[in-house]
């Protein structure tokens, strides 16, 4: 009887102790988020508008290289003076589910240009504040802005992240795979809504779009013929977690020196800065996509089911054996009786 209660108690303090891993999402992602508004520059909240951003992703094997042009507007005939920046790593709501989690790693090697001028830029210490506490991180690259009034003016971006040591999991399942993530939802601050969005993601190293696991579905993702290109767009759109762009590839590598990588930065950004150059060809097909949060299920993917039936029925069970050993004990008291 000792033993039952001792299994059982287990069981109840497992499902305590696992109750947070099952927590969907991916971890430890390449990817990368841009904002503004930190608490001094309320007043100017919405008043900017991102009206087009072009974002081109390079994957390699283990790593991914960026480049973002973002055309920001003055909206008002006001001077505007505030801080944007790039969270160094955080917490994101993801897009699959409500309780969905993107966990991001770091970015490296990040360049900042104002029409066209490199701006010198910050490592910070940034206080949580009702626009920025999704990013569940205080570590921020910053950099200061200045708007004239109704100025355009164009934002050019360039990083790279470590996509090898990403985990993507959905329930107890676990699948180890190179991730990288674009986090539309973080534009969200800006005045919406943001008029054009064009995604090129182009695989280099050798991959395949064979070698993509899963992507995400909202970008109405067309194919190149001739390379191994592909290319989305999104208009007139105010982002949400649900448009966060999510590609999962390859296998993750064992053997893998990202010091070495960084070391070759400016190769890497001629790279970058010549696909941007190039044309979005009219030959296009259409490419259909696979869910990037699928994870193959495994026995473990079961323990959810079980210690939930454990938790509902295990109180049950318990009692139905505390009266079988009380019959029996009466039982056996009244046969001994009998027999004396």
């Excluded at 303090?13 to 109750?19: E, G, K, T």
């Excluded at 992602?29 to 608490?39: I, N, T």
Aim: hydrophobic letters at 40%; charged letters at 20%.
């Amino acid at each position: 009887m000792k033993k039952i209660v001792q299994i059982l108690f287990s069981f109840i303090l497992l499902l305590f102790l696992c109750s947070n891993v099952s927590q969907p999402g991916i971890y430890n992602s390449g990817g990368m988020a841009f904002s503004m508004l930190f608490s001094e520059d309320s007043l100017a909240y919405k008043k900017v508008q991102m009206k087009e951003e072009k974002i081109y992703i390079q994957l390699y094997k283990g790593f991914a290289v960026v480049k973002g042009i973002y055309k920001m507007v003055n909206t008002t005939n006001e001077k505007l003076s505030f801080k944007m920046g790039y969270p160094i790593n955080g917490i994101f709501n993801g897009g699959e589910v409500d309780i969905n989690q993107v966990k991001l790693d770091s970015i490296y090697k990040f360049n900042v240009k104002s029409n066209y001028k490199e701006l010198p830029i910050d490592k910070s210490i940034q206080d949580e504040s009702e626009n920025v506490m999704t990013f569940n991180n205080q570590n921020w690259l910053t950099w200061q802005m200045n708007f004239a009034p109704k100025e355009v003016n164009f934002v050019e971006v360039y990083f790279i992240v470590n996509t090898n040591k990403a985990q993507v999991a959905k329930g107890y399942n676990r699948k180890d795979i190179n991730t990288f993530i674009y986090l539309l939802e973080s534009g969200s601050v800006w005045k919406q809504p943001i008029e054009s969005g064009n995604f090129i993601v182009e695989l280099k190293d050798n991959l395949k779009l064979e070698d993509l696991d899963g992507i995400s579905d909202h970008f109405n993702l067309k194919k190149y013929s001739k390379k191994n290109i592909l290319f989305g767009i999104k208009t007139n759109f105010s982002p949400t977690p649900k448009d966060n762009l999510i590609i999962t590839y390859f296998n993750t590598l064992k053997e893998f020196d990202f010091e070495k990588i960084l070391n070759n930065d400016m190769q890497l950004y001629a790279a970058i800065d010549q696909l941007s150059e190039q044309e979005i060809p009219n030959d296009l097909i259409d490419y259909e996509v696979k869910n990037p949060y699928e994870v193959k299920a495994t026995a473990l993917g079961y323990l959810p089911m079980i210690l939930t039936f454990i938790v509902i029925y295990g109180p049950i069970f318990l009692i139905g054996i505390l009266l079988f050993l009380l019959i029996r004990f009466v039982y056996k008291k009244l046969l001994t009786k009998n027999k004396t």
